[in-house]
């Protein structure tokens, strides 16, 4: 008997691993995608690999709120009109984009970049809460509101935040509960999460 036949060459099944390692594409699309490549003209696929390559290089954390940027001030952070009284906290950079969307709020933001899980070893030395610290010691903020997913790891940094920062004397108030448990904020619609901020309560 023959060698068994594999059904594509290395490359391309090389390509379908490497596809299969994004968030949200199965083996299917994966498959998919990768014969899509294979079909592309070498110019656009050429495109697609600088994109991929310029997203970690001309990108950085904003000095200030660690959200992602091109500058070393985000776009956010030097944006005169915005409320320096209110710092918005979040998980992750893409959260920005969601409450941005809203057009419901106009303060600053800062992104912790995970949240607190004892079951996977993430404490609060693994997230970016010293520097929101720092940035609570000028004393020109007046209220943290606090935006983490509502799963349980969500939870418990919003709990473990509030102790640490109401005694600062800063107002702590979280997104009102109009969002399901479990829900990742960057996935929350656009009228969910606008009345979750508006009708956001004191922690
Ligand atoms: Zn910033």
Same mark, same amino acid.
């Given at each position: 008997?023959?060698?068994?036949t594999?059904?594509t060459?290395?490359?391309v099944s ?5 596809l299969? %390692?994004? /968030?949200?594409?199965? /083996? ?7 014969y899509?490549l294979?079909?592309? !003209? ?6 697609? @690999?600088? @994109? ?5 290089? %001309? =990108?950085r954390? &904003?000095s200030? &709120? +660690? ?10 952070c $030097?944006?005169? /009109?915005r409320?320096?009284? %209110?710092?918005c *906290? ?9 409450i941005?969307?809203?057009r %419901?709020? !106009? ?7 995970? @949240? ?8 609060p030395?693994?997230?970016?809460i010293?520097? +929101?610290i ?7 903020? =007046? ?5 983490t !997913?509502t799963n349980?790891?969500?939870?418990q =940094?919003s709990l473990? +935040?509030h102790?640490?920062? $109401?005694?600062l004397? *800063?107002k702590?108030?979280? +997104? ?11 996935? @929350? ?8 901020l ?5 922690f």
């Open positions: 008997m023959s060698q068994q594999t059904p060459t290395d490359a090389v390509l379908i691993q490497e299969n %390692k994004l /968030p949200g594409i199965g /083996p299917k699309s994966a498959q998919r995608i990768a899509y294979l079909r592309a !003209n070498e110019l656009e696929n050429q495109s697609l @690999a600088e @994109a991929i390559l310029q997203v970690k290089q %001309k =990108t954390l &904003c200030i &709120c +660690l959200n992602v940027s091109e500058t070393d001030v985000c776009h956010i $030097s944006s005169e /009109p409320d320096r009284t %209110k710092i *906290i979040v998980e992750q950079p893409q959260d920005i984009l969601a941005e969307h809203t %419901k709020y !106009n303060g600053l933001y800062h992104v912790l970049h995970g @949240a607190l899980s004892p079951s996977e070893g993430i404490g030395d693994d997230l970016r010293k520097e +929101l720092d940035r609570l010691k000028s004393g020109e903020v =007046t209220e943290i509101i606090l935006a !997913n349980l790891e969500g939870e =940094t473990y +935040l102790r640490l920062i $109401s005694p004397g *800063i702590v108030t979280r +997104l009102a509960r109009g969002l399901p448990f479990g829900t990742e904020l960057e996935y @929350a619609d656009d009228m969910t999460l606008s009345r979750a508006e009708g956001r309560q004191e």
